[in-house]
């Protein structure tokens, strides 16, 4: 039997932040508001596209499991706001990391991307047809952002993760997977105003992110709660089991409720929305760094994570963790200096809307 281990991993967050301060004289709210309704105190904006946010991540989990880019087979991007649609943003990463023999391809499941892309990765290994992959997410969130609306405003954030998976017969990796697609309710979250539908586009409105936020916070804690359950299930597991768990960051309430749903004391849920907001599909890969550096997977952890986003997608995940929690090579890869700050690089997009 063939697995794919997770052998490398690595995330990108943009230097510049944005503090709920910054935001509060931009929109009418407050600091207050947003960490009690949210959980988030601060997010990042990037000072460079959504491809070399990308890049960097991928090329930190390639150093961090020891391997070049020519190794690679498959380049997995899960992003809903890419470089360029045409040609497709995961090309600008396999020519940045020189995978230069690799298929490349983004993927669109918006929050629940990282988790679509693992096991579209996974399976294409298990399956024999490919031996090493990088799956990415990466997302520039605040370009989607109506900066005249304080209800979107404050909730986004910029940044990148990636995993880099090899064929092994070990039993490590993505071993238990559900995901689903609530498509009758599609319309309580989306972006207006974008893609080629264009007799549908509002002139008069700017493109933006429209959502009913009660309705998908209650179906989100649902949905993924459901969708960890069934994961538990295949994969023969208890809840005491789960060492950690790895939760979308789109709200701390939600995350919060989640956990008591599946009766997961705090030390096992991994939480950093306070510093980065929701990044959409690279909450998870994110999540999943932060928890290394901060030693809370350990050899063999089982780790569970769950996603829930536009679409409407939802994911979940049961990984077992291999041997190592410490990179094999400490990378280098760095974006580019930034001189602006997170209200400087916004700037032009905040007047657009006022
Ligand atoms: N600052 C101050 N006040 C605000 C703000 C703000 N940024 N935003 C809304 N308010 C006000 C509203 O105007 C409203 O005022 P009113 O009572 O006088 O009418 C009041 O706060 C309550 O507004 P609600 O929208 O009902 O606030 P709620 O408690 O539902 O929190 C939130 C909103 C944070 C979006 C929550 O519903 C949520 O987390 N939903 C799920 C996540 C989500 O939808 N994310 C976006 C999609 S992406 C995804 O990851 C799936």
Request: aromatic share 6%; net charge negative; proline share 3%.
């Amino acid at each position: 039997m063939q697995y794919a281990k997770i052998i490398g991993w690595g995330k990108c967050t943009p230097p510049a932040t944005l503090s709920n301060e910054d935001i509060s004289t931009v929109v009418d709210t407050t600091d207050e508001w947003i960490s009690t309704r949210t959980g988030i105190k601060s997010r990042r904006v990037s000072h460079v596209g959504t491809g070399e946010l990308a890049t960097v991540a991928a090329k930190r989990a390639l150093d961090c499991a020891g391997i070049a880019g020519e190794d690679i087979d498959l380049v997995l991007l899960a992003t809903c706001t890419p470089s360029t649609l045409v040609a497709n943003t995961a090309s600008y990463v396999q020519q940045q990391i020189g995978a230069t023999g690799a298929a490349a391809c983004d993927v669109n499941a918006a929050c629940s991307g990282f988790l679509y892309a693992l096991q579209n990765a996974t399976a294409q290994i298990r399956a024999g047809m490919v031996k090493r992959a990088v799956v990415i997410a990466a997302e520039r969130m605040l370009w989607h952002v109506n900066w005249a609306k304080r209800d979107s405003a404050v909730l986004f954030g910029d940044g990148a993760g990636a995993v880099v998976l090899e064929a092994s017969s070990e039993e490590f990796g993505l071993l238990a997977t559900k995901t689903g697609c609530d498509s009758e309710d599609r319309e309580i979250l989306h972006i207006r105003n974008f893609g080629t539908d264009i007799d549908k586009h509002d002139s008069a409105q700017p493109s933006d992110i429209l959502f009913q936020g009660k309705d998908i916070f209650k179906r989100a804690v649902k949905g993924m709660s459901e969708a960890c359950d069934d994961v538990l299930s295949q994969a023969n597991l208890a809840l005491e089991d789960i060492d950690m768990l790895i939760p979308h960051q789109a709200n701390l309430r939600i995350i919060q409720a989640i956990a008591k749903q599946l009766q997961l004391n705090d030390d096992k849920v991994m939480v950093n929305i306070q510093h980065y907001g929701n990044t959409s599909a690279a909450t998870i890969p994110i999540a999943l760094c932060e928890a290394l550096e901060q030693g809370k997977i350990k050899p063999h952890s089982h780790i569970m994570s769950a996603a829930f986003g536009a679409g409407l997608t939802w994911a979940a995940s049961y990984i077992k963790w291999g041997e190592r929690v410490t990179p094999i090579i400490e990378s280098k890869a760095e974006l580019p200096e930034c001189k602006q700050t997170g209200l400087e690089i916004m700037a032009d997009a905040i007047k657009y809307c006022q």
